[in-house]
T-cell receptor, first 112, second 115 residues
Framework: DAKTTQPPSMDCAEGRAANLPCNHS???????VYWYRQIHSQGPQYIIH???NNETNEMASLIITEDRKSSTLILPHATLRDTAVYYC?????????????FGTGTRLQVTL | DTGVSQNPRHKITKRGQNVTFRCDPI?????LYWYRQTLGQGPEFLTY????????KSRLLSDRFSAERPKGSFSTLEIQRTEQGDSAMYLC?????????????FGPGTRLLVL
């Protein structure tokens, strides 16, 4: 699976949009981009995934560049409860493809 | 709650003792994964099952570790002769390879402390 690069930490004011970047310049055509987050002492929580089109769900939006070498997770109106470590993962889907390979993620701190 | 559940949530043991953790996946999910997470690091893959078959094991899974999923439903992870280096959060995730893109959903984890 392709490696990803994320900034180690970011701050965001409550109520503002949080834009978390991820570089995955070696991504292959059959690899999806997944985002998870982990709030302190809890298990990782699935947020969203995409292949090449932009995606939106009730939690966030995922913007993938046309060349697929980078993406941005957008939390439109961050709250204090969004303070967490956010992981960007690229992964082949299908067949015997299995594990998620986590990096160290981006620690997002939402402040008043 | 129909999510992934793990028991116990916390375990403290003495070095050399055996411990066993249980994971109950989301109903009808055919894949079940185990990960380990140490402080300040992201989760690391240990092993996974498709139904009752164990299809992949990480090199992290030493001979002291064994995992089972006897009927393709719940799974257990046993650590024999625990060492202080085994102290970590043990996470379970499940997924379905049925329709759509496979997505893993995680449980709350079991935090192990070996004294």
């Amino acid at each position: 699976d392709a490696k990803t690069t994320q900034p180690p930490s970011m701050d965001c004011a409550e109520g503002r949009a949080a834009n978390l970047p991820c570089n995955h310049s070696t991504i292959s055509g059959n690899e999806y981009v997944y985002w998870y987050r982990q709030i302190h002492s809890q298990g990782p929580q699935y947020i969203i995934h995409g292949l090449k089109n932009n995606e939106t769900n009730e939690m966030a939006s995922l913007i993938i560049t046309e060349d697929r070498k980078s993406s941005t997770l957008i939390l439109p109106h961050a709250t204090l409860r969004d303070t967490a470590v956010y992981y960007c993962i690229v992964r082949v889907v299908g067949g015997t493809a299995s594990k998620l390979t986590f990096g160290t993620g981006t620690r997002l701190q939402v402040t008043l | 709650d129909t999510g992934v559940s793990q028991n116990p949530r916390h375990k403290i043991t003495k070095r050399g003792q055996n411990v066993t953790f249980r994971c109950d996946p989301i109903s009808e999910h055919n894949r079940l994964y185990w990960y380990r997470q140490t402080l300040g690091q992201g989760p690391e893959f240990l092993t996974y099952f498709q139904n009752e078959a164990q299809l992949e094991k990480s090199r992290l899974l030493s001979d002291r570790f064994s995992a089972e999923r006897p009927k393709g439903s719940f799974s257990t992870l046993e650590i024999q002769r625990t060492e202080q280096g085994d102290s970590a959060m043990y996470l379970c995730a499940s997924s379905s390879t049925g329709t759509g893109v496979e997505t893993q959903y995680f449980g709350p984890g079991t935090r192990l402390l070996v004294l």
